[in-house]
């Protein structure tokens, strides 16, 4: 999970690192400099985002109580969805 996080993030050694910086580059040949400004600017507001979800999963210890008590709503939406998927879901022979 933690890699996936690093990769939404930039950072270099991961493909999203590439893939953010084929996209700005791109962007700033093609003389967009505001948009690649932009693009710089939203990376490190979800930099932020993610490695704050990595600090929450990796670095904090859980509640006392961790287990999910689901209400009525939850659960029948939840029924409908494995329902609908199973319907959907299948495999013709």
């Known amino acids: 999970m933690l890699l996936f996080l690093l990769s939404l993030t930039g950072i270099p050694p ?15 040949r093609a003389d967009y400099i505001a948009l690649a400004v932009l693009a710089v ?11 704050r979800v ?11 109580s961790s287990t999910a008590k689901l ?3 939850e659960r029948s939406s939840s029924l409908i969805s494995q329902i609908a998927s199973n319907g959907f879901c299948q495999v013709s022979t």
């Open 41 to 51: 600017v939203c990376s490190v507001v979800s930099a932020f985002v993610y490695l």
């Open 71 to 73: 209400g009525y709503t």
């Open 14 to 28: 991961t493909a999203g690192f590439a893939a953010k910086f084929v996209v700005i580059m791109s962007a700033v």
């Open 54 to 64: 990595a600090v929450l999963m990796y670095m904090k210890e859980p509640p006392e």
